[in-house]
Nanobody
């Protein structure tokens, strides 16, 4: 059973930064496209960023230029560096793999004004 464990969330002031991590296990990590999604209260879960097995990246328009997704295949870890955070970035952030379709438990990011 694939396991994805997110960490790095927390409370930060607007304009601040956070770095999320997602460690995968029981998965051929290197061939997966890995993604970060987020879900705010009362809203749908939306794609934030994804990174392919060869490092191609894709971002939601709302985070372009502020967030950076990266991966370390040796550590089976995908990262999301979030800079210039805004109040509207507040959400639970989830890690997702493309092949099995597993989700992590999520990590809360709260941005205060």
């Amino acid at each position: 059973q694939v396991q994805l464990v997110e960490s790095g969330g927390g409370l930060v002031q607007a304009g601040g930064s956070l770095r999320l991590s997602c460690v995968a296990s029981k998965i051929i990590f290197s061939i997966n496209t890995m993604s970060w999604y987020r879900q705010a209260p009362g809203k749908e879960r939306d794609l934030v960023a994804s990174i392919s097995s060869i490092g191609s990246t894709n971002y939601a328009d709302s985070v372009k230029g502020r967030f950076t997704i990266s991966r370390d295949n040796a550590k089976k870890t995908v990262y999301l560096q979030m800079n210039s955070l805004k109040v509207e970035d507040t959400a639970v952030y989830y890690c997702h793999d493309s092949i099995v379709g597993s989700w992590g438990q999520g990590t809360q990011v709260t941005v205060s004004s």
